[in-house]
RNA sequence: GGUGGAAUGGCCGAGAGGCGAGGCUCGGGACUGCAAAUCCCGCUACACGGGUUCAAAUCCCGUUUCCACCUCCA
């Protein structure tokens, strides 16, 4: 079995494959780290996480870098400046606000069981890198220093502009949703910057071959990817809606670079919308992991609602989907605990019924990760009359695929002495038949988060969701 | 205006020209002292108008509406 993707530029699905070595080479586009980042924002990061395990499963050797951007994408308007304006507001240097929220990005992808990608170079860090690019890039006769000593790259010095987004040229009209001054400093309304001067500036600005400035959005993603890649991209991952600009600007920078393709497969997510509408600051709906925490909700609820949508489609989560999530989650973390596995290392030595329900799996992943079908397979497997440790050896041998982590012991909290109490009254109540009290006591302890089940061989209880 | 998508029951969502995926909610039943959990049953949908076909949610033409991107964006 081969993985396909949907590749954006050629409009169709094509096989993940690794063009210089054994290794294929992977550059998901990282995040901006000025804030934390939201769910929204972790859907595209899960899709290579995705991507990596169901290669990995295949047998495949993968190289992911990420990129962590702490500098560039920038404007020169201190007050419009993401990461200056964010350590105005915390009362810290830009450079603190970067690490910081560096650090919880790192941690947000652990919650949701992400797989770390093998480098995230940092953007602060690879400033030489971008000025050798944007030299060559000049040489090349592709960018030129405009009359505000910023270089910009020629839109028309790259005749395939556009084949990503079908934003070709001349149907780029400029000022058409945003308000298009030509100060004459660039030679082209769609040209853009690869090196912004800013002499005006004191804080992230370094002193480059064309005066003090900061490096323009795209170029980071040019310099890091070939650098830390080795000149190809095999497949290269992102957001919808980098489609256009940054990853058509990126591919403008870095393809005559190699003088050719640089990026195989471009692989785009689309957006998560919470509640109806895109999660924005102004519509009030940013949910961070931080928030399903504190709701008491496993972070991996999330990561499942996630697989049971695809990722090509938008998605519209809300809290009662996320707990629904969380209480499937719970059914099968118990089902997985309640009996031993037969086999739990490999897919050989799984019984062949549970073989094939593994290679199914694997081949809707590999369908152009086709994980909402994946899930519905699992999710009528464990329906099935299958024998409870044959269901077991099922949720081992797809944990490396999923990661939700189904075979992880329940988390559970102990009860309070009140708690023990109450159930061992209830008991004797019930035993008593003394159904006005032991219903009494079971309000009771639901107000404290105790739900009772009462079955043939007596009280059972367990922590309300 | 350009570009890329989408429209399926109360809700979320799969769907391959040919017996209506699945999940959630809700209603009924079994079970239970009563509940809960679980199981069983029920809720017969494909934006609109044409066309092709023995047969269309699916293919073709047209229309409408919605979402996203068009120099902040995952």
């Known amino acids: ?53 169901a290669l990995h499963v295949l047998g495949k050797k993968t190289l992911v870098v990420q990129n962590i951007t702490d500098v560039g994408h920038m404007t020169d308007d201190f007050e419009e400046d993401k990461l200056l304006a964010q350590g105005k507001s915390e009362s810290r240097s830009a450079r603190d606000v970067a690490r910081d929220y560096e650090g919880r990005f790192h941690r947000d992808l652990a919650h949701l069981n992400i797989s770390p990608a093998d480098h995230y170079p940092r953007a602060s860090e690879s400033i030489d890198l971008m000025f050798a690019h944007i030299q060559k890039l000049i040489d090349l006769g592709h960018a030129y220093v405009g009359t505000d000593n910023t270089v910009y790259f020629s839109a028309k010095s790259f005749p395939t502009y556009g084949a990503i987004s079908g934003n070709t040229l ?6 058409h949703r945003y308000d298009y001054v030509d100060d004459g400093a660039k030679q082209f309304h769609a040209d853009w910057a690869l090196w912004k001067s800013s002499p005006n500036r004191n804080e992230m600005v370094w002193n480059s071959p064309w005066g003090t400035g900061f490096p323009g959005w795209h170029i980071e993603c040019s310099a890091m990817s070939l650098k830390f890649l080795e000149g190809h991209v095999d497949l290269h991952i992102g957001g919808i809606d980098l489609r256009f600009p940054h990853h058509e600007n990126e591919r403008a920078q870095s393809n005559p670079i190699v003088n ?6 471009w692989l785009h997510g689309e957006h998560l919308l919470f509640e109806g509408r895109k999660m924005s600051k102004s519509a009030g709906n940013v949910v961070l992991v931080s928030h399903l925490l504190d709701k008491g909700l496993d972070p991996l609820a999330l990561r499942f609602c996630f697989l049971e949508n695809r990722y090509r489609s938008q998605m519209d989560l809300s809290w009662e989907s996320i ?36 290679n199914e799996i694997v081949s809707a992943f590999c369908d152009d990760l ?19 440790n044959l269901k077991s050896s099922l949720l081992n041998a797809i944990e490396p695929l999923f990661g939700l982590a189904l075979t992880r012991a329940i988390d559970v909290k102990e009860p309070s002495s009140e708690i023990l109490q109450l159930l061992e009254e209830r008991r ?33 209880w367990e922590w309300k969701i």
């Open 1 to 53: 079995m081969e993985l396909s993707l949907y590749d954006t530029q050629s409009r169709s699905e094509k096989i993940v494959t690794s063009k210089n070595s054994e290794v294929i080479t992977i550059y998901c586009c990282g995040p901006t780290v000025y804030r934390d980042a939201h769910i929204g924002n972790l859907r595209t990061f899960l899709l290579t996480d995705l991507v990596v395990r």
């Open 170 to 175: 001349e149907k780029l009209k400029p000022g």
């Open 260 to 265: 050719g393709e640089a990026v195989s497969q």
């Open 323 to 358: 707990t629904a999530a969380h209480q499937t989650l719970a059914k099968w973390r118990l089902l997985a605990a309640s009996t031993q596995p037969t086999a739990r290392d490999s897919i050989q030595a799984l019984n062949q019924e549970v073989r094939e329900i593994v």
């Open 370 to 388: 086709d994980t909402p079908r994946a899930m519905q397979i699992l999710r009528s497997a464990v329906k099935s009359s299958l024998a409870d």
């Open 428 to 460: 004797a109540a019930r035993a008593a038949k003394d159904f006005n009290l032991s219903d009494a006591l079971r309000k009771r302890l639901d107000e404290l988060g105790i739900t009772i089940h009462d079955g043939p061989e007596g009280q059972r």
